[in-house]
């Protein structure tokens, strides 16, 4: 069993960046594939990005393409969600989630059955 | 984008009667090398993460009760609950995993 544990909760200014982490243990990070998404108060699940974490490459939805950085550091198991120009709209709950057999999956196509408990980013001024 | 539409937004179910949930995609999420639908129902609770409760459209996740399944292809799909629980009541999501970005259904909530 994957857990993923994530950090504790940001309030932060308009403009500023936040930086999410999410430590893995249980399986092999290396196999895995990590996702993030978001989910404001009372709305619908929003998806992020992607990290494979053996190869390091990452796939992000347009949305967010200018903005958000998502990498992962092998040697503590951890990956990383950083979101800049930061504006109230992104006051939400960021949550990872991990496949841990993206390697033997088909590309692209990763099931990400294991999430982090969430980590509330408030933007306020 | 794959658009995901769920229908309804929400709906109330007495005690051991049925719930059903539809979810439809704007593009087909069946991938044909290996005939299976690339679209999970997740399970959301206050203050929770989602719990994925399917995948593949009609697979059960290990320790999800047989109450619940799923069903469908291509664009439509349908999660059923048989005999509601007081502990089923969420809101459940599905959403495609067939192609980034992976995009999910607006949810629906389910209440006694």
């Known amino acids: 069993q994957m857990q993923l544990v994530q950090s504790g909760p940001e309030v932060k200014k308009p403009g500023t960046s936040v930086k999410v982490s999410c430590k893995a243990s249980g399986l092999t990070f290396t196999r895995s594939a990590v996702q993030w998404v978001r989910q404001a108060r009372g709305q619908r699940l929003e998806w992020m990005g992607w990290?494979?974490?053996?190869?390091?490459?990452?796939n992000y939805t347009q949305k967010f393409q200018e903005r958000v950085t998502i990498t992962r550091d092998l040697s503590t198991s951890t990956a990383y969600m950083e979101l800049t120009g930061l504006r109230s709209e992104d006051t939400a709950v960021y949550y990872c989630?991990?496949?841990?057999?993206?390697?033997?999956?088909?590309?692209?196509?990763?099931?990400?059955?294991?999430w982090g408990q969430g980590t509330l980013v408030t933007v306020s001024s | 984008d794959i658009v995901m539409t769920q229908s309804p937004d929400s709906l109330a179910v007495s005690l051991g009667e049925r719930a059903t949930i539809n979810c439809k995609a704007s593009?087909?999420?069946?991938?044909?090398?290996?005939?299976?639908?690339?679209l999970v129902w997740y399970q959301q609770k206050p203050g929770q993460p989602p719990k994925l409760l399917i995948h593949?459209?009609?697979t059960r996740e290990s320790g999800v009760p047989d109450r619940f399944s799923g069903s469908g292809s291509g664009t439509d799909f349908t999660l059923t609950i048989s005999s509601l629980q007081a502990e089923d009541v969420a809101v459940y999501y599905c959403q495609q995993y067939y192609t980034a970005p992976r995009t999910f259904g607006q949810g629906t909530k389910v209440e006694i």
């Open positions: 989630a991990a496949d841990p057999r993206a390697t033997l999956t088909t590309p692209g196509k990763y099931l990400f059955e294991y």
């Open positions: 990290i494979v974490v053996v190869s390091g490459n990452t």
């Open positions: 593009q087909s999420v069946f991938y044909r090398p290996n005939n299976k639908n690339y």
């Open positions: 593949w459209a009609s």
